[in-house]
């Protein structure tokens, strides 16, 4: 299945209101794509841009938020180092961040030398990860069609709060679907409302997701009009004066 049929699939039957994203991490900015020069305040601003765009960003792109540039699996340079772990101390000072959770934070450990960034749709590469911001019942579906909440002993999806983008780097490592919470600055540089969630793809998953999602959307609409009767229906029954049973 090639990109764009991923991304319509996803689109079509989720009802997104705004496109997929697709990460790659490379050593090398592939040919015909744009570089960027810019400097932006955090690595999830990219996440927005790639709404829009394809391009390259290297390493020294993503130095503005430590944190950042840790979880996308990029080393700080020396001379940026005390920031970033003035930021981290800050968060844990004010009670943001517990200093026990820094050594848990997750990074890419694929080796690569920048990211490529992208609609999935006109992706031409094949992802590491995909990443859809969504609604909560959207996120139900993608979690319902990635297996990850199959009834089992252990359910298997991870939701993760912050920083948002240790979901990035816990799906590209571990190769399974991972949800995030969000964080106040992932809403703020990748402007995620506050009624969304992120869901982070591997990409070896978008096929999968992809054949079962159409299924998944199309059975959950016939329970919706189920519900949707049988509630009328006791409604009904109780303004008539009938007793009803479940």
Known sequence: MDNQTRARVLVDDLKLERAPVAFAFVDAPPEGIAVTAATEPAACTFWRQAEHGLFYA????????????????????????????ELIDSMVNIGYLDIDETAHLPMVQKPHQGIVYGPLASFPLEPDVALAIVTPAQGMLLAEASDAVTLREEPGLPTMGRPACAAVAW?????????????????????????????????????????????LAQANRDLAAFHVKKKADFAAAAAGGETTTA
């Open 171 to 215: 799906s590209a490592n571990r190769g399974a679907v991972a949800m995030s919470l969000g964080c106040v600055g992932a809403r703020t540089y990748a402007e995620v409302p506050d009624d969304r969630v992120l869901v982070v793809i591997p990409g070896a998953a978008l096929d999968g997701i992809a054949e079962r999602l159409g299924t």
């Open 58 to 85: 290297a390493a020294d792109r993503h130095q503005e938020c430590g944190v950042g540039a840790m979880t996308m699996g990029f080393d700080v340079p020396v001379e940026r180092m005390s920031a970033a772990m």
